[in-house]
T-cell receptor
Framework: DVKVTQSSRYLVKRTGEKVFLECVQDMDHENMFWYRQDPGLGLRLIYFSYDVKMKEKGDIPEGYSVSREKKERFSLILESASTNQTSMYLC?????????????FGSGTQLSVL | GENVEQHPSTLSVQEGDSAVIKCTYS??????FPWYKQELGKGPQLIID?????GEKKDQRIAVTLNKTAKHFSLHITETQPEDSAVYFC????????????FGKGTKLTVNP
């Protein structure tokens, strides 16, 4: 069963900590995305990657960075976590050969920054 | 860039009734419009999508209609069941070179037994 796996379902961190959110897909998809989901604001794109070692800023990149060293893994990094980064983080992937525009999402990581 | 507006933000219906969720988009070049369903504790899952060369698409109890002239599209769920209760998101494509999806803010649908 093809899937997008996010390493943690729940995460609690302290202000100022460096936080890594990991995402792995097993479908050989070229594109990968990080969204954050907040009540009343929907899904907002943080960063995306078209392929290995490529990355582009989304709509709300401030305070975040990403890494894509291997095709199957896309990491979101909070350099110095702040309380306003408490949110649900969703990873998604898309295979242009396999499914065109269709995004496949992971189950999400609920991050709390105290 | 693309802007997608979604209404209503909450919708409550009785089991067996129909539910309609509406979205408008701003970018006339947008050509792909998916709908996602997110159940509690899960990531969004694609339930139906439509491309700009098609006016309507149906899959069992769900259907999507697209009006390119008015730049709006709608999700129709007939004979609603309690398991249809979820948050639904519409999306359009940002044609600014990346074709990334731009999502609406979501509609929380509650189907009362």
């Amino acid at each position: 069963d093809v899937k997008v796996t996010q390493s943690s379902r729940y995460l609690v961190k302290r202000t100022g900590e460096k936080v890594f959110l990991e995402c792995v897909q097993d479908m050989d998809h070229e594109n990968m995305f990080w969204y954050r989901q907040d009540p009343g604001l929907g899904l907002r794109l943080i960063y995306f990657s078209y392929d290995v070692k490529m990355k582009e800023k989304g709509d709300i990149p401030e305070g975040y960075s990403v890494s894509r060293e291997k095709k199957e893994r896309f990491s979101l990094i909070l350099e110095s976590a702040s309380t306003n980064q408490t949110s649900m983080y969703l990873c998604a992937s898309r295979g242009l050969r396999q499914g065109g525009e269709k995004l496949l999402f992971g189950s999400g990581t609920q991050l709390s920054v105290l | 860039g693309e802007n997608v507006e979604q209404h209503p933000s909450t919708l409550s219906v009785q089991e067996g009734d129909s539910a309609v969720i509406k979205c408008t988009y701003s970018d006339s070049a947008s050509n792909y419009f998916p709908w996602y369903k997110q159940e509690l504790g899960k990531g969004p899952q694609l339930i139906i999508d439509i491309r700009s060369n098609v006016g309507e698409k149906k899959d069992q109890r769900i259907a999507v209609t697209l009006n390119k002239t008015a730049k709006h599209f709608s999700l129709h769920i007939t004979e609603t069941q309690p398991e249809d209760s979820a948050v639904y998101f519409c999306a359009g494509t940002d044609q600014g070179g990346s074709e990334k999806l731009v999502f609406g803010k979501g509609t929380k649908l509650t189907v009362n037994p």
